[in-house]
């Protein structure tokens, strides 16, 4: 399985803090009326600089520059609702504040407030709203909308379908640095959307988006490698290798490939125990397939390795 090229999490919300500010000069500011101020603050608690992270402090000080109209701010009060985020979830508040954010042309508010509009979270969905606000946030910079505008065009969704449109979308989002567009170029590749199969053209764009830190992009480049086509032969010790990446970098996708590797023995020793531990992590993620994966091979295996797989599926959770 691969991943599609969606942007449903949180992308570009916030901007540069400063290190080596103590808080307490941020607390005398935030006093005197700094929206920066209490912006900052608010990031120092979200990260736990100089403590440990405290979301609802956040989630106070990023609302205390968003009602002094600070644009970064009101889209952070609506990323917090958006999230569950210091204060319980909330998607119309989300919605809410990042319409305040967009009326100050804040780009990264506006390609939140994109994104909902186009998955019709917390008011009613409309692709043709959300393709107009795209455009708006790409021309004020944010990269990934260019891939989530060339995915409309992809799909014809609130927009006429059209390939050729959508991959010089993705190609300006990959100018820019979007992880998220480099793994729709080398989607469309995989695939032959719009353009000729090509594998090898397609695993130079999924290396792209893993150098920006894209782990899903490891799962398709993990994919390509075990199937191979035109332009890459297959390598399944490659496509191990790139899965298991992929699920230590936290890529449900890539869990379930992972498990199913180990099942099969494709590139690595067969390992029935490891295969149950990453369908059961990919299960918990939200991957059916994973869930009836694991599911079916119980039957093959005994109480004690059932034991073992849940242990090592604990395991992974912790990060071990």
Known sequence: RIVPHLAGGCVGLGVALRSGCPGVLHEAAVAAGSEKAAYNLGNLHARGEGGSPDAARAFHYYSVAAQRGFAPGLAKVGECYEFGRGTPQDFAEARRWYAKGAEQAYG??????????????????????????????????VADAFNSLGLLYERGEGVPRNYERARALYEQGAEGGSALANLGLGNLYLNGVGVEKDFGVAARYFLRAVELGSPDAMNNLGWAYQHGGPGLEADPRKAFAWYGKAARGGSAEGRFNLGSMYQAGTGVATDLVEAYAWYSVAAAEGIEEAARARDALESSLTREQIRRGQERAEAIGRGE
Request: zero cysteines; aromatic letters at 8%.
């Open 108 to 141: 990264p508010a506006l390609y939140r407030l994109a994104t909902m509009t186009a998955f019709g979270r917390g008011g009613p969905k409309d692709p043709g709203r959300a393709a107009a606000l795209y455009e708006r946030a790409g021309a004020l910079g």
